[in-house]
Protein backbone atom coordinates (compact mmCIF):
# COMPACT_ATOMS: atom_id res chain seq x y z
CA UNK A 1 0.00 0.00 0.00
CA UNK A 2 3.12 2.10 0.38
CA UNK A 3 4.33 1.54 -2.63
CA UNK A 4 1.24 2.87 -3.88
CA UNK A 5 1.47 5.93 -2.36
CA UNK A 6 5.21 6.29 -3.16
CA UNK A 7 4.10 5.69 -6.43
CA UNK A 8 1.51 8.12 -6.92
CA UNK A 9 3.38 10.09 -5.03
CA UNK A 10 6.37 10.26 -7.89
CA UNK A 11 4.26 10.42 -10.39
CA UNK A 12 2.24 13.60 -9.35
CA UNK A 13 5.06 15.47 -7.76
CA UNK A 14 3.72 18.03 -9.72
CA UNK A 15 -0.01 17.86 -8.75
CA UNK A 16 -1.20 17.63 -5.44
CA UNK A 17 -2.92 15.01 -5.90
CA UNK A 18 -1.99 11.71 -3.81
CA UNK A 19 -4.09 8.34 -3.75
CA UNK A 20 -4.87 7.46 -0.27
CA UNK A 21 -7.43 5.27 1.07
CA UNK A 22 -10.51 6.78 3.16
CA UNK A 23 -13.00 4.69 5.43
CA UNK A 24 -16.38 4.99 3.25
CA UNK A 25 -18.50 5.78 6.61
CA UNK A 26 -16.92 9.52 7.69
CA UNK A 27 -17.93 8.54 11.62
CA UNK A 28 -15.55 7.51 13.73
CA UNK A 29 -15.16 3.76 13.95
CA UNK A 30 -16.78 1.60 16.49
CA UNK A 31 -14.60 2.93 19.83
CA UNK A 32 -14.78 1.47 23.05
CA UNK A 33 -13.62 4.24 24.95
CA UNK A 34 -16.15 6.10 27.16
CA UNK A 35 -18.53 3.37 27.38
CA UNK A 36 -20.82 4.30 30.21
CA UNK A 37 -21.80 0.61 31.00
CA UNK A 38 -20.27 -2.82 30.46
CA UNK A 39 -19.85 -3.45 26.77
CA UNK A 40 -21.59 -6.71 27.22
CA UNK A 41 -24.78 -5.24 28.29
CA UNK A 42 -26.92 -5.70 25.55
CA UNK A 43 -25.88 -9.90 25.99
CA UNK A 44 -26.38 -9.99 29.83
CA UNK A 45 -29.79 -7.72 29.15
CA UNK A 46 -31.02 -9.69 26.18
CA UNK A 47 -30.16 -13.64 28.04
CA UNK A 48 -31.50 -12.11 31.40
CA UNK A 49 -35.21 -10.37 29.82
CA UNK A 50 -35.20 -13.64 28.06
CA UNK A 51 -34.76 -15.93 31.26
CA UNK A 52 -37.51 -13.88 33.08
CA UNK A 53 -39.57 -14.28 29.96
CA UNK A 54 -39.49 -18.08 30.51
CA UNK A 55 -39.82 -18.18 33.86
CA UNK A 56 -42.54 -15.75 34.03
CA UNK A 57 -44.42 -17.79 31.51
CA UNK A 58 -44.04 -20.94 33.52
CA UNK A 59 -45.30 -19.02 36.75
CA UNK A 60 -48.51 -17.27 35.00
CA UNK A 61 -49.21 -20.99 33.94
CA UNK A 62 -48.59 -22.43 37.03
CA UNK A 63 -51.10 -19.55 38.48
CA UNK A 64 -53.64 -20.18 35.66
CA UNK A 65 -53.57 -23.91 37.78
CA UNK A 66 -53.64 -22.47 40.96
CA UNK A 67 -56.72 -20.52 40.23
CA UNK A 68 -58.65 -23.48 38.61
CA UNK A 69 -58.44 -25.37 42.29
CA UNK A 70 -61.06 -27.71 42.44
CA UNK A 71 -63.66 -27.52 44.93
CA UNK A 72 -66.22 -29.69 45.76
CA UNK A 73 -69.52 -26.85 46.97
CA UNK A 74 -71.26 -28.03 43.50
CA UNK A 75 -71.17 -31.85 42.46
CA UNK A 76 -75.11 -31.70 42.49
CA UNK A 77 -74.88 -28.47 40.06
CA UNK A 78 -72.34 -30.19 37.84
CA UNK A 79 -74.42 -33.26 37.48
CA UNK A 80 -77.15 -31.20 36.85
CA UNK A 81 -75.75 -29.87 34.13
CA UNK A 82 -75.05 -32.90 32.41
CA UNK A 83 -77.88 -35.20 32.71
CA UNK A 84 -77.68 -38.84 34.48
CA UNK A 85 -76.60 -40.86 31.59
CA UNK A 86 -74.59 -44.51 32.09
CA UNK A 87 -71.62 -43.07 31.92
CA UNK A 88 -72.15 -40.09 35.05
CA UNK A 89 -73.75 -42.40 37.16
CA UNK A 90 -71.16 -44.91 38.00
CA UNK A 91 -68.51 -41.77 38.81
CA UNK A 92 -69.62 -41.62 42.68
CA UNK A 93 -69.14 -44.85 42.90
CA UNK A 94 -66.51 -45.88 45.08
CA UNK A 95 -62.90 -46.02 42.58
CA UNK A 96 -60.05 -48.24 42.61
CA UNK A 97 -56.69 -46.20 43.08
CA UNK A 98 -55.13 -46.75 39.73
CA UNK A 99 -58.10 -45.15 38.15
CA UNK A 100 -58.44 -44.67 33.91
CA UNK A 101 -59.77 -40.84 32.39
CA UNK A 102 -63.38 -42.00 31.56
CA UNK A 103 -65.74 -38.72 30.84
CA UNK A 104 -63.84 -35.79 29.73
CA UNK A 105 -66.26 -33.45 28.37
CA UNK A 106 -64.43 -30.26 27.00
CA UNK A 107 -66.16 -26.94 27.11
CA UNK A 108 -69.51 -26.38 25.19
CA UNK A 109 -68.61 -28.35 22.47
CA UNK A 110 -67.09 -30.92 24.13
CA UNK A 111 -70.39 -31.28 25.55
CA UNK A 112 -71.50 -32.08 22.28
CA UNK A 113 -68.79 -34.42 21.89
CA UNK A 114 -69.99 -36.26 24.76
CA UNK A 115 -73.63 -36.17 24.68
CA UNK A 116 -72.71 -37.34 21.11
CA UNK A 117 -70.95 -40.46 22.58
CA UNK A 118 -73.99 -41.05 24.71
CA UNK A 119 -76.82 -40.99 22.39
CA UNK A 120 -74.26 -43.42 20.35
CA UNK A 121 -74.52 -45.88 23.41
CA UNK A 122 -78.19 -45.47 23.40
CA UNK A 123 -78.47 -45.68 20.02
CA UNK A 124 -76.53 -48.91 20.04
CA UNK A 125 -78.33 -50.23 22.84
CA UNK A 126 -82.19 -49.62 21.55
CA UNK A 127 -82.50 -48.76 17.50
CA UNK A 128 -80.05 -50.38 15.48
CA UNK A 129 -78.70 -47.62 13.24
CA UNK A 130 -76.07 -49.20 11.16
CA UNK A 131 -74.98 -46.37 9.38
CA UNK A 132 -74.20 -43.99 12.96
CA UNK A 133 -73.06 -46.87 14.38
CA UNK A 134 -70.40 -47.51 11.94
CA UNK A 135 -69.73 -44.08 11.60
CA UNK A 136 -69.35 -43.30 14.79
CA UNK A 137 -67.43 -46.69 15.64
CA UNK A 138 -65.18 -44.87 12.91
CA UNK A 139 -64.45 -41.90 14.19
CA UNK A 140 -64.11 -43.31 17.55
CA UNK A 141 -62.08 -46.15 16.72
CA UNK A 142 -59.85 -43.71 14.19
CA UNK A 143 -59.64 -40.88 17.34
CA UNK A 144 -58.60 -43.92 19.33
CA UNK A 145 -56.27 -45.29 16.82
CA UNK A 146 -54.70 -41.67 16.44
CA UNK A 147 -54.29 -41.54 20.52
CA UNK A 148 -52.50 -44.48 20.62
CA UNK A 149 -50.06 -44.00 18.29
CA UNK A 150 -50.23 -40.57 16.87
CA UNK A 151 -49.86 -38.56 20.46
CA UNK A 152 -47.20 -36.69 20.91
CA UNK A 153 -45.67 -34.52 23.75
CA UNK A 154 -46.75 -35.46 26.62
CA UNK A 155 -48.96 -38.53 25.64
CA UNK A 156 -46.18 -41.10 26.61
CA UNK A 157 -47.34 -41.46 30.61
CA UNK A 158 -51.06 -41.91 29.95
CA UNK A 159 -49.81 -44.49 27.02
CA UNK A 160 -47.97 -46.23 29.57
CA UNK A 161 -50.65 -46.09 32.32
CA UNK A 162 -53.13 -47.41 29.50
CA UNK A 163 -50.64 -50.38 28.08
CA UNK A 164 -49.82 -51.72 31.71
CA UNK A 165 -53.65 -51.84 32.57
CA UNK A 166 -54.48 -53.61 28.83
CA UNK A 167 -51.65 -56.36 29.62
CA UNK A 168 -49.43 -54.76 26.95
CA UNK A 169 -51.32 -55.38 24.15
CA UNK A 170 -48.84 -55.05 20.92
CA UNK A 171 -49.65 -52.52 18.30
CA UNK A 172 -50.16 -54.08 15.10
CA UNK A 173 -50.20 -53.06 11.61
CA UNK A 174 -53.03 -53.64 10.37
CA UNK A 175 -55.93 -50.60 11.07
CA UNK A 176 -59.29 -53.12 10.93
CA UNK A 177 -58.08 -55.85 13.23
CA UNK A 178 -57.06 -54.01 15.99
CA UNK A 179 -59.76 -51.87 15.63
CA UNK A 180 -61.82 -53.23 18.52
CA UNK A 181 -59.27 -53.73 20.75
CA UNK A 182 -58.62 -50.33 20.90
CA UNK A 183 -62.00 -49.70 21.01
CA UNK A 184 -62.29 -51.29 24.07
CA UNK A 185 -59.08 -49.33 25.65
CA UNK A 186 -60.43 -46.47 24.21
CA UNK A 187 -63.60 -46.63 26.39
CA UNK A 188 -62.33 -47.17 29.21
CA UNK A 189 -60.30 -44.38 28.86
CA UNK A 190 -62.27 -42.14 26.88
CA UNK A 191 -59.49 -40.04 24.90
CA UNK A 192 -60.32 -37.21 22.67
CA UNK A 193 -57.98 -37.19 20.11
CA UNK A 194 -55.06 -35.17 20.40
CA UNK A 195 -56.01 -33.79 23.09
CA UNK A 196 -54.18 -35.23 25.36
CA UNK A 197 -50.61 -35.27 23.87
CA UNK A 198 -50.69 -31.55 25.15
CA UNK A 199 -51.79 -31.53 28.43
CA UNK A 200 -53.73 -34.64 29.33
CA UNK A 201 -50.45 -36.50 30.48
CA UNK A 202 -49.49 -33.54 33.03
CA UNK A 203 -52.93 -32.46 33.85
CA UNK A 204 -54.82 -34.99 33.63
CA UNK A 205 -52.44 -37.94 34.72
CA UNK A 206 -53.11 -41.19 36.47
CA UNK A 207 -54.29 -39.62 38.62
CA UNK A 208 -57.46 -37.82 37.72
CA UNK A 209 -58.08 -40.90 35.58
CA UNK A 210 -61.62 -41.87 36.83
CA UNK A 211 -62.02 -45.83 35.44
CA UNK A 212 -65.70 -46.81 34.48
CA UNK A 213 -66.06 -50.22 34.85
CA UNK A 214 -69.74 -50.47 33.49
CA UNK A 215 -68.73 -49.10 30.69
CA UNK A 216 -65.95 -51.30 29.88
CA UNK A 217 -67.99 -54.18 30.13
CA UNK A 218 -70.35 -52.17 27.66
CA UNK A 219 -67.66 -51.53 25.65
CA UNK A 220 -66.88 -55.29 25.33
CA UNK A 221 -70.05 -56.01 23.90
CA UNK A 222 -70.28 -53.29 21.59
CA UNK A 223 -66.26 -53.94 20.12
CA UNK A 224 -67.88 -57.28 19.09
CA UNK A 225 -70.78 -55.45 17.27
CA UNK A 226 -68.11 -53.09 15.35
CA UNK A 227 -66.08 -56.05 14.88
CA UNK A 228 -69.35 -57.41 13.01
CA UNK A 229 -70.21 -53.93 11.37
CA UNK A 230 -67.07 -52.94 10.13
CA UNK A 231 -66.46 -56.50 8.77
CA UNK B 1 -8.88 -14.29 9.89
CA UNK B 2 -12.22 -16.00 10.50
CA UNK B 3 -13.16 -18.35 7.86
CA UNK B 4 -16.63 -19.33 8.29
CA UNK B 5 -17.18 -15.25 8.30
CA UNK B 6 -15.41 -14.81 4.96
CA UNK B 7 -17.33 -18.19 3.25
CA UNK B 8 -20.53 -17.16 4.65
CA UNK B 9 -22.71 -15.17 6.39
CA UNK B 10 -20.34 -12.49 5.31
CA UNK B 11 -23.69 -9.76 5.06
CA UNK B 12 -24.55 -10.77 8.46
CA UNK B 13 -21.26 -10.25 9.91
CA UNK B 14 -19.14 -7.63 8.44
CA UNK B 15 -21.08 -4.64 7.96
CA UNK B 16 -18.08 -2.67 7.13
CA UNK B 17 -16.58 -4.73 5.01
CA UNK B 18 -15.42 -2.74 1.85
CA UNK B 19 -15.34 0.24 3.64
CA UNK B 20 -12.86 1.51 1.89
CA UNK B 21 -12.14 3.53 -1.71
CA UNK B 22 -9.54 4.52 -3.48
CA UNK B 23 -9.99 8.37 -4.12
CA UNK B 24 -8.24 11.27 -5.72
CA UNK B 25 -7.74 14.24 -2.98
CA UNK B 26 -4.97 17.18 -3.31
CA UNK B 27 -2.40 17.23 -0.92
CA UNK B 28 -1.59 20.75 -0.10
CA UNK B 29 1.89 21.75 0.65
CA UNK B 30 3.40 18.72 -0.83
CA UNK B 31 3.41 16.61 2.29
CA UNK B 32 2.33 13.00 1.71
CA UNK B 33 0.59 11.54 4.44
CA UNK B 34 0.32 8.04 4.51
CA UNK B 35 -3.63 7.53 5.58
CA UNK B 36 -4.00 4.14 4.72
CA UNK B 37 -5.07 2.19 7.78
CA UNK B 38 -5.48 -1.41 8.37
CA UNK B 39 -8.59 -3.23 8.00
CA UNK B 40 -11.74 -1.69 9.16
CA UNK B 41 -12.62 -4.54 11.60
CA UNK B 42 -9.13 -4.49 13.10
CA UNK B 43 -8.40 -1.09 12.93
CA UNK B 44 -10.34 -0.27 15.77
CA UNK B 45 -8.46 -2.00 18.53
CA UNK B 46 -12.14 -4.04 19.24
CA UNK B 47 -12.58 -5.01 23.08
CA UNK B 48 -14.89 -7.33 21.74
CA UNK B 49 -13.54 -9.93 19.67
CA UNK B 50 -15.38 -12.70 17.72
CA UNK B 51 -16.04 -15.88 19.72
CA UNK B 52 -15.20 -18.60 17.67
CA UNK B 53 -16.41 -21.86 18.23
CA UNK B 54 -14.25 -25.03 17.28
CA UNK B 55 -15.22 -26.43 13.95
CA UNK B 56 -15.61 -29.79 15.71
CA UNK B 57 -18.78 -28.88 18.04
CA UNK B 58 -20.76 -28.04 14.89
CA UNK B 59 -19.83 -31.05 13.17
CA UNK B 60 -20.79 -33.09 16.85
CA UNK B 61 -24.34 -31.45 16.47
CA UNK B 62 -25.01 -31.56 12.91
CA UNK B 63 -23.95 -35.02 12.85
CA UNK B 64 -26.32 -35.77 15.60
CA UNK B 65 -29.06 -34.17 14.87
CA UNK B 66 -28.99 -35.73 11.64
CA UNK B 67 -29.12 -39.28 12.80
CA UNK B 68 -31.99 -38.15 14.99
CA UNK B 69 -34.13 -36.13 12.46
CA UNK B 70 -33.31 -39.23 9.59
CA UNK B 71 -34.26 -41.41 12.23
CA UNK B 72 -37.46 -40.15 12.57
CA UNK B 73 -38.33 -39.51 9.11
CA UNK B 74 -37.66 -42.70 8.24
CA UNK B 75 -39.67 -44.12 10.62
CA UNK B 76 -42.61 -41.74 10.11
CA UNK B 77 -42.42 -43.09 6.31
CA UNK B 78 -42.01 -46.71 7.02
CA UNK B 79 -44.85 -46.94 9.95
CA UNK B 80 -48.64 -46.75 8.19
CA UNK B 81 -49.81 -46.45 11.19
CA UNK B 82 -48.19 -43.00 11.59
CA UNK B 83 -49.52 -41.56 8.67
CA UNK B 84 -51.59 -38.93 9.69
CA UNK B 85 -51.93 -35.23 9.42
CA UNK B 86 -50.23 -35.06 12.75
CA UNK B 87 -47.35 -37.10 11.97
CA UNK B 88 -47.00 -35.69 8.98
CA UNK B 89 -46.09 -32.28 9.96
CA UNK B 90 -43.77 -33.49 12.55
CA UNK B 91 -41.88 -35.46 9.87
CA UNK B 92 -41.85 -32.47 7.97
CA UNK B 93 -40.21 -30.62 10.80
CA UNK B 94 -37.92 -33.65 11.06
CA UNK B 95 -37.01 -33.03 7.23
CA UNK B 96 -36.12 -29.33 7.27
CA UNK B 97 -34.42 -29.93 10.48
CA UNK B 98 -32.61 -32.94 8.49
CA UNK B 99 -31.65 -30.35 5.58
CA UNK B 100 -30.40 -27.43 7.87
CA UNK B 101 -28.08 -30.22 9.77
CA UNK B 102 -26.78 -31.58 6.44
CA UNK B 103 -25.80 -28.20 5.19
CA UNK B 104 -24.47 -27.33 8.17
CA UNK B 105 -22.41 -29.80 7.93
CA UNK B 106 -21.25 -29.85 4.53
CA UNK B 107 -20.66 -25.84 5.25
CA UNK B 108 -18.37 -26.88 7.99
CA UNK B 109 -16.07 -29.55 5.68
CA UNK B 110 -16.02 -26.59 3.04
CA UNK B 111 -14.60 -24.13 5.41
CA UNK B 112 -12.00 -27.05 6.58
CA UNK B 113 -11.15 -27.51 2.95
CA UNK B 114 -10.92 -24.11 2.68
CA UNK B 115 -8.55 -23.47 5.65
CA UNK B 116 -6.56 -26.39 4.71
CA UNK B 117 -6.70 -24.79 1.43
CA UNK B 118 -7.89 -26.82 -0.58
CA UNK B 119 -10.79 -24.54 -1.48
CA UNK B 120 -10.43 -21.02 -2.92
CA UNK B 121 -12.24 -19.06 -1.27
CA UNK B 122 -13.39 -16.43 -3.50
CA UNK B 123 -13.51 -18.57 -7.01
CA UNK B 124 -17.02 -18.55 -8.34
CA UNK B 125 -18.02 -21.92 -7.96
CA UNK B 126 -17.33 -21.74 -4.42
CA UNK B 127 -19.33 -18.01 -4.09
CA UNK B 128 -22.01 -20.08 -6.08
CA UNK B 129 -22.03 -22.84 -3.14
CA UNK B 130 -21.95 -20.66 -0.83
CA UNK B 131 -25.48 -19.06 -2.10
CA UNK B 132 -27.02 -22.60 -2.40
CA UNK B 133 -26.16 -23.58 0.87
CA UNK B 134 -27.21 -20.38 2.43
CA UNK B 135 -30.56 -20.60 0.96
CA UNK B 136 -30.84 -24.20 2.24
CA UNK B 137 -30.70 -23.18 5.58
CA UNK B 138 -32.65 -20.20 4.85
CA UNK B 139 -35.16 -22.56 3.65
CA UNK B 140 -34.71 -24.96 6.35
CA UNK B 141 -35.35 -21.84 8.62
CA UNK B 142 -37.96 -20.87 7.68
CA UNK B 143 -39.81 -24.83 6.99
CA UNK B 144 -38.79 -25.29 10.71
CA UNK B 145 -40.83 -22.31 11.74
CA UNK B 146 -43.82 -22.98 9.56
CA UNK B 147 -43.63 -26.92 10.93
CA UNK B 148 -44.10 -25.17 14.24
CA UNK B 149 -46.85 -23.30 13.29
CA UNK B 150 -48.79 -26.10 11.70
CA UNK B 151 -48.04 -28.25 14.78
CA UNK B 152 -49.73 -26.09 17.17
CA UNK B 153 -52.57 -25.14 14.68
CA UNK B 154 -53.44 -29.02 14.01
CA UNK B 155 -52.83 -29.35 18.09
CA UNK B 156 -55.73 -26.20 18.33
CA UNK B 157 -58.44 -27.64 15.77
CA UNK B 158 -58.20 -31.05 17.28
CA UNK B 159 -58.57 -29.76 20.61
CA UNK B 160 -61.59 -26.68 19.33
CA UNK B 161 -63.12 -29.12 16.78
CA UNK B 162 -62.26 -32.41 18.21
CA UNK B 163 -65.52 -34.15 15.97
CA UNK B 164 -64.90 -32.28 13.03
CA UNK B 165 -61.09 -33.34 13.29
CA UNK B 166 -61.77 -36.09 10.71
CA UNK B 167 -63.52 -33.43 7.81
CA UNK B 168 -61.47 -30.60 8.57
CA UNK B 169 -57.83 -32.48 8.88
CA UNK B 170 -57.75 -34.63 5.58
CA UNK B 171 -54.79 -36.34 4.20
CA UNK B 172 -55.33 -34.54 0.97
CA UNK B 173 -55.52 -30.79 2.91
CA UNK B 174 -52.29 -32.08 4.64
CA UNK B 175 -50.63 -32.88 1.96
CA UNK B 176 -51.59 -29.98 0.08
CA UNK B 177 -50.55 -27.42 2.87
CA UNK B 178 -47.46 -29.52 3.21
CA UNK B 179 -46.86 -28.76 -0.69
CA UNK B 180 -47.23 -25.06 -0.04
CA UNK B 181 -45.04 -24.74 2.87
CA UNK B 182 -42.40 -26.17 1.31
CA UNK B 183 -42.47 -24.66 -2.20
CA UNK B 184 -42.88 -20.91 -0.52
CA UNK B 185 -39.89 -21.79 1.88
CA UNK B 186 -37.79 -22.63 -0.67
CA UNK B 187 -38.52 -19.49 -3.35
CA UNK B 188 -38.27 -17.46 -0.36
CA UNK B 189 -34.97 -18.71 0.46
CA UNK B 190 -33.69 -18.24 -3.27
CA UNK B 191 -35.11 -14.58 -3.17
CA UNK B 192 -34.22 -14.00 0.32
CA UNK B 193 -30.19 -14.55 -0.27
CA UNK B 194 -30.70 -13.04 -3.96
CA UNK B 195 -31.70 -10.18 -2.39
CA UNK B 196 -29.68 -10.13 0.53
CA UNK B 197 -28.48 -6.74 0.43
CA UNK B 198 -31.80 -4.79 1.00
CA UNK B 199 -32.93 -4.38 4.09
CA UNK B 200 -36.77 -5.02 2.88
CA UNK B 201 -35.89 -9.05 2.78
CA UNK B 202 -34.28 -8.94 6.16
CA UNK B 203 -37.32 -6.91 8.24
CA UNK B 204 -39.33 -9.17 5.99
CA UNK B 205 -37.69 -12.54 7.72
CA UNK B 206 -37.82 -11.02 10.89
CA UNK B 207 -41.47 -9.84 10.89
CA UNK B 208 -42.33 -12.96 9.91
CA UNK B 209 -40.70 -14.96 13.12
CA UNK B 210 -42.74 -12.21 15.35
CA UNK B 211 -45.59 -13.01 14.27
CA UNK B 212 -45.08 -17.13 13.89
CA UNK B 213 -44.08 -16.81 17.20
CA UNK B 214 -46.96 -14.68 18.64
CA UNK B 215 -49.52 -16.86 16.78
CA UNK B 216 -47.51 -19.96 18.58
CA UNK B 217 -47.53 -18.75 21.71
CA UNK B 218 -51.52 -17.40 21.62
CA UNK B 219 -52.25 -20.99 20.25
CA UNK B 220 -50.25 -22.97 23.12
CA UNK B 221 -51.66 -20.77 25.91
CA UNK B 222 -55.11 -20.52 24.85
CA UNK B 223 -55.23 -24.52 24.78
CA UNK B 224 -53.70 -24.52 27.89
CA UNK B 225 -56.08 -22.04 29.55
CA UNK B 226 -58.85 -24.42 28.01
CA UNK B 227 -56.92 -27.58 29.88
CA UNK B 228 -57.05 -26.06 32.87
CA UNK B 229 -60.70 -25.17 32.96
CA UNK B 230 -61.47 -28.39 31.16
CA UNK B 231 -59.51 -30.50 33.93
CA UNK B 232 -61.35 -28.34 36.46
CA UNK B 233 -64.46 -29.38 35.71
CA UNK B 234 -63.17 -32.94 35.90
CA UNK B 235 -62.15 -32.55 38.94
CA UNK B 236 -65.07 -30.61 40.71
CA UNK B 237 -67.15 -33.97 39.08
CA UNK B 238 -65.57 -36.34 41.23
CA UNK B 239 -65.94 -37.82 44.53
CA UNK B 240 -65.30 -35.32 47.92
CA UNK B 241 -64.12 -38.61 49.76
CA UNK B 242 -60.98 -38.41 48.65
CA UNK B 243 -60.63 -34.54 48.43
CA UNK B 244 -56.94 -33.66 49.91
CA UNK B 245 -55.39 -36.34 48.06
CA UNK B 246 -56.71 -35.53 45.10
CA UNK B 247 -56.36 -31.96 45.37
CA UNK B 248 -52.28 -32.30 45.82
CA UNK B 249 -51.84 -35.20 43.12
CA UNK B 250 -54.43 -32.26 40.95
CA UNK B 251 -50.84 -30.24 41.87
CA UNK B 252 -48.76 -32.11 40.88
CA UNK B 253 -50.10 -32.72 37.44
CA UNK B 254 -50.97 -29.53 36.48
CA UNK B 255 -46.99 -28.84 37.31
CA UNK B 256 -46.26 -31.39 34.97
CA UNK B 257 -47.97 -29.32 32.30
CA UNK B 258 -47.02 -25.98 32.93
CA UNK B 259 -43.64 -27.71 32.83
CA UNK B 260 -43.85 -29.18 29.43
CA UNK B 261 -45.54 -26.28 27.79
CA UNK B 262 -42.74 -24.05 29.05
CA UNK B 263 -40.38 -26.33 27.78
CA UNK B 264 -42.18 -26.31 24.00
CA UNK B 265 -42.30 -22.78 24.04
CA UNK B 266 -38.96 -21.74 25.85
CA UNK B 267 -36.53 -23.80 24.06
CA UNK B 268 -38.05 -22.41 20.94
CA UNK B 269 -37.68 -18.92 22.04
CA UNK B 270 -34.47 -19.42 23.93
CA UNK B 271 -32.83 -21.10 20.17
CA UNK B 272 -34.40 -18.85 18.05
CA UNK B 273 -34.37 -15.69 19.22
CA UNK B 274 -30.87 -14.19 19.89
CA UNK B 275 -30.20 -15.13 15.90
CA UNK B 276 -32.77 -12.80 14.92
CA UNK B 277 -31.95 -10.48 17.44
CA UNK B 278 -28.66 -10.17 15.31
CA UNK B 279 -30.93 -9.49 12.22
CA UNK B 280 -32.44 -6.60 14.04
CA UNK B 281 -29.01 -5.38 15.24
CA UNK B 282 -27.58 -5.34 11.72
CA UNK B 283 -30.34 -3.05 10.47
CA UNK B 284 -30.75 -0.88 13.43
CA UNK B 285 -27.12 -0.33 15.12
CA UNK B 286 -24.10 -1.36 12.86
CA UNK B 287 -21.68 0.81 14.98
CA UNK B 288 -22.95 1.10 17.96
CA UNK B 289 -20.19 -0.90 20.41
CA UNK B 290 -22.76 -2.09 22.78
CA UNK B 291 -24.20 -3.65 19.42
CA UNK B 292 -21.01 -4.35 18.20
CA UNK B 293 -20.13 -6.79 20.84
CA UNK B 294 -23.30 -9.00 20.75
CA UNK B 295 -22.73 -9.13 17.16
CA UNK B 296 -19.36 -10.71 18.19
CA UNK B 297 -20.95 -13.85 19.54
CA UNK B 298 -22.83 -14.76 16.12
CA UNK B 299 -21.31 -18.20 16.20
CA UNK B 300 -22.42 -19.07 19.51
CA UNK B 301 -26.13 -18.05 18.14
CA UNK B 302 -25.89 -20.24 15.49
CA UNK B 303 -24.80 -23.06 17.59
CA UNK B 304 -27.82 -22.92 19.15
CA UNK B 305 -30.27 -22.73 16.45
CA UNK B 306 -28.45 -25.79 14.90
CA UNK B 307 -28.69 -27.36 18.58
CA UNK B 308 -32.62 -26.98 18.40
CA UNK B 309 -32.25 -29.27 16.04
CA UNK B 310 -30.74 -31.71 18.03
CA UNK B 311 -33.25 -30.97 20.49
CA UNK B 312 -36.76 -30.87 18.44
CA UNK B 313 -37.49 -34.63 18.38
CA UNK B 314 -36.89 -34.80 22.11
CA UNK B 315 -39.98 -32.27 22.36
CA UNK B 316 -42.20 -33.71 19.34
CA UNK B 317 -41.73 -36.72 18.12
CA UNK B 318 -39.61 -39.15 20.63
CA UNK B 319 -42.62 -38.43 23.31
CA UNK B 320 -44.96 -40.65 21.17
CA UNK B 321 -44.70 -44.30 22.01
CA UNK B 322 -45.85 -45.29 18.66
CA UNK B 323 -42.78 -43.63 17.23
CA UNK B 324 -40.61 -44.78 20.02
CA UNK B 325 -42.00 -48.71 19.03
CA UNK B 326 -41.13 -48.12 15.74
CA UNK B 327 -37.69 -47.16 16.59
CA UNK B 328 -36.83 -50.14 18.89
CA UNK B 329 -38.39 -52.33 15.99
CA UNK B 330 -35.96 -50.24 13.11
CA UNK B 331 -32.41 -50.42 15.45
CA UNK B 332 -32.93 -53.40 17.18
CA UNK B 333 -34.48 -55.88 15.07
CA UNK B 334 -32.22 -56.66 12.21
CA UNK B 335 -35.45 -58.79 10.78
CA UNK B 336 -38.41 -57.49 10.93
CA UNK B 337 -40.45 -60.68 11.46
CA UNK B 338 -38.27 -61.60 14.61
CA UNK B 339 -40.13 -58.58 16.59
CA UNK B 340 -43.56 -58.12 16.91
Known amino acids: MSDFNNRSQTSTRRSDYVWQYEYYDDEEPVSFEGLKAHRYSIVIGFWVGLAVFVIFMFFVL ?13 PDSAEKRHPPSSCLVDIHAPQDENDKAFCRPLLTESRSYFHFYINEEDQRQGKQKPEDESLGKHKWARAQQRTRGTSSSGMDEMEEDVEEAEGHQPLRGQMEESKADRECSFFSQFNIPNFVNLEQSSTLGEDDLLYEPSVVQECQSHSQDAHRDIH | DDASSKFSYQALRETRQDSRRPTITPQHGGKTTNQLTMNATTANQSDCLEVKVPVSL ?26 SPMYCFICSLAAFNTIASLTKTWENLMIVFANVGQLEKKGFSEKNLDDVMDSLLCMSFMGSIFSFLAIAVDRYITIFHALRYHNIMTMQRTKAVLGVIWISCGVSAVLMVRFFDSKLIMICFVVFFVVSLAIICFLYIYMFMLARIHARKIAALSTSGRGKCRRQRWWGSSMRGSLTLTILFGVFVVCWTPFFLHLIIIMVCPMNPYCECYRSLFQ ?25 HTFRKMLLCSDWNWCS
Open chain 1, 62 to 74: TLLTKTGAPHQEN
Open chain 2, 58 to 83: FFIIGVVSLAENMLVVVAVIRNRNLH
Open chain 2, 300 to 324: LHVVLLMSHALIDPAIYAFRSAELR
